[in-house]
């Protein structure tokens, strides 16, 4: 059986860390902890799980640490996690048949990375993640924020889910600090830097500024196609906030001369049309969303809800603002067989009761 390094980078985490490594118990082989300047009890928590405790003095830059905790690994594998990241029971059973089962001939597993959540805490945010990796192979971390692993070779996808639990915000303005601080000392940014750089700035509200770095992240075209089509769509966003609505829906429909379209697009599509009570094209395009098929293997960002539930509550809405409320109904059941217990089901249940019992 594969040996497995879980190496990880922490500082002042301890509300979290002893969640994480008890839920790593048995799974891997050898757990490398890395502080990059705790001034918690991180440490002493850590001590608890491993001797293999390290120091890196912080630089601003994930990928040096990473890489760090990568070099001090002497398994087979490593994989890494954050503090605020743990297995649940089901993804324990799952890394156990996976990890009884990897073959030396795989260099990269895949997992899926779940990262939004609803009240009831169904998966509304997930993507895949290179998440372990052969060692000795020269698979290095790249990029000081929203770093990357540059992979090579064969590469598994295993449905193990890591699921990223907050308990606490992180820095909202830390990404955007270690951004700006590259551009100070004249450092280019490469494409997928570029790419969260512009995304930081819409976070920020910096609009017009997030508008341009993402334009030229698309004009030059060097990016990976699922970061340029998620740029089209934050472009939109930006001119949205602009006041610019016909750009943003033409920013919108440019992701289609990139690829075939994604559910979470036409959702965008969609709402756009509701914004504006234009309910037979709001429609349209949440027909186009059910017609979408799921693809999470491309490793883009994947909203769950566009591929039923938000389509077919939105057609609810649609339908009935367009006189056919049993058809509306019939959509209803359908968003209530992908999420029963959403307050949406129970507030248009509640208001088709009251159209029927109008005199």
Same mark, same amino acid.
């Given at each position: 059986?594969?040996?497995?390094?879980?190496?990880?980078?922490?500082?002042?985490?301890? @509300?979290?860390?002893?969640?994480?490594?008890?839920?790593?118990?048995?799974?891997?082989?050898?757990?490398?902890?890395?502080?990059?300047?705790?001034? @918690?009890?991180?440490?002493?928590?850590?001590?608890?799980?491993?001797?293999?405790?390290?120091?890196?003095?912080?630089?601003?830059?994930?990928?040096?640490?990473?890489?760090?905790?990568?070099?001090?690994?002497? =398994?087979?594998?490593?994989?890494?996690?954050?503090?605020?990241?743990?297995?649940?029971?089901?993804?324990?059973?799952?890394?156990?048949?996976?990890?009884?089962?990897?073959?030396?001939?795989?260099?990269?597993?895949?997992?899926?990375?779940?990262?939004?959540?609803? #009240?009831?805490?169904?998966?509304?945010?997930?993507?895949?993640?290179?998440?372990?990796?052969?060692?000795?192979?020269?698979?290095?971390?790249?990029?000081?924020?929203?770093?990357?692993?540059?992979?090579?070779?064969?590469?598994?996808?295993?449905? %193990?889910?890591?699921?990223?639990?907050?308990?606490?915000?992180?820095?909202?303005?830390?990404?955007?600090?270690?951004?700006?601080?590259?551009?100070?000392?004249?450092?280019?940014?490469?494409?997928?830097?570029?790419?969260?750089?512009?995304?930081?700035?819409?976070?920020?509200?910096?609009?017009? #500024?997030?508008?341009?770095?993402?334009?030229?992240?698309?004009?030059?075209?060097?990016?990976?196609?699922?970061?340029?089509?998620?740029? %089209?769509?934050?472009?939109?966003?930006?001119?949205?906030?602009?006041?610019?609505?016909?750009?943003?829906?033409?920013?919108?429909?440019?992701?289609? %001369?990139?690829?075939?379209?994604?559910?979470?697009? =036409?959702?965008?599509?969609?709402?756009?049309?509701?914004?504006?009570?234009?309910?037979?094209?709001?429609?349209?395009?949440?027909?186009?969303?059910?017609?979408?098929?799921?693809?999470? @293997?491309?490793?883009?960002?994947?909203?769950? @809800?566009?591929?039923?539930?938000?389509?077919?509550?939105?057609?609810?809405? =649609?339908?009935?603002?367009?006189?056919?409320?049993?058809? +509306?109904?019939?959509?209803?059941?359908?968003?209530?067989?992908?999420?029963?217990?959403?307050?949406?089901?129970?507030?248009?249940?509640?208001?088709?009761? +009251?159209?029927?019992?109008?005199?």
């Amino acid at each position: 059986m594969a040996s497995i390094s879980l190496c990880m980078i922490v500082r002042d985490e301890e @509300d979290v860390l002893g969640r994480c490594l008890d839920s790593v118990k048995g799974l891997v082989d050898e757990i490398i902890v890395v502080d990059t300047g705790s001034q @918690d009890r991180t440490k002493a928590i850590a001590a608890r799980y491993t001797d293999r405790l390290f120091d890196f003095p912080w630089i601003d830059d994930f990928a040096a640490a990473r890489n760090f905790s990568f070099e001090k690994a002497s =398994c087979d594998y490593c994989m890494w996690l954050d503090a605020d990241d743990v297995f649940t029971e089901p993804a324990r059973e799952k890394f156990q048949e996976l990890k009884a089962s990897l073959m030396p001939g795989t260099n990269v597993v895949m997992m899926p990375y779940h990262v939004g959540f609803d #009240e009831n805490g169904r998966v509304t945010f997930s993507y895949y993640r290179e998440r372990i990796v052969k060692n000795h192979q020269g698979m290095r971390w790249k990029g000081p924020v929203h770093e990357v692993l540059e992979t090579h070779g064969t590469c598994l996808y295993a449905d %193990c889910p890591v699921t990223h639990w907050k308990l606490h915000p992180s820095d909202p303005d830390r990404n955007l600090r270690i951004f700006e601080g590259l551009l100070k000392k004249g450092e280019a940014l490469e494409p997928r830097q570029q790419f969260y750089y512009g995304r930081e700035l819409y976070y920020h509200r910096r609009y017009g #500024e997030a508008l341009k770095v993402l334009g030229n992240f698309l004009a030059e075209g060097r990016g990976w196609l699922e970061n340029q089509i998620d740029a %089209c769509r934050h472009c939109a966003y930006c001119l949205y906030g602009l006041g610019r609505e016909g750009e943003a829906l033409e920013a919108l429909f440019k992701t289609f %001369c990139l690829d075939l379209p994604r559910a979470e697009v =036409c959702c965008d599509i969609g709402q756009h049309f509701v914004d504006r009570q234009r309910w037979r094209q709001a429609a349209y395009w949440y027909k186009r969303a059910l017609a979408c098929q799921r693809r999470d @293997d491309r490793g883009g960002f994947v909203l769950p @809800d566009a591929y039923g539930y938000l389509p077919y509550i939105q057609l609810c809405v =649609c339908a009935s603002r367009l006189g056919d409320q049993k058809q +509306a109904k019939a959509y209803l059941e359908k968003a209530a067989a992908y999420k029963p217990d959403a307050p949406e089901i129970a507030h248009n249940h509640a208001y088709f009761e +009251a159209l029927e019992q109008a005199p």
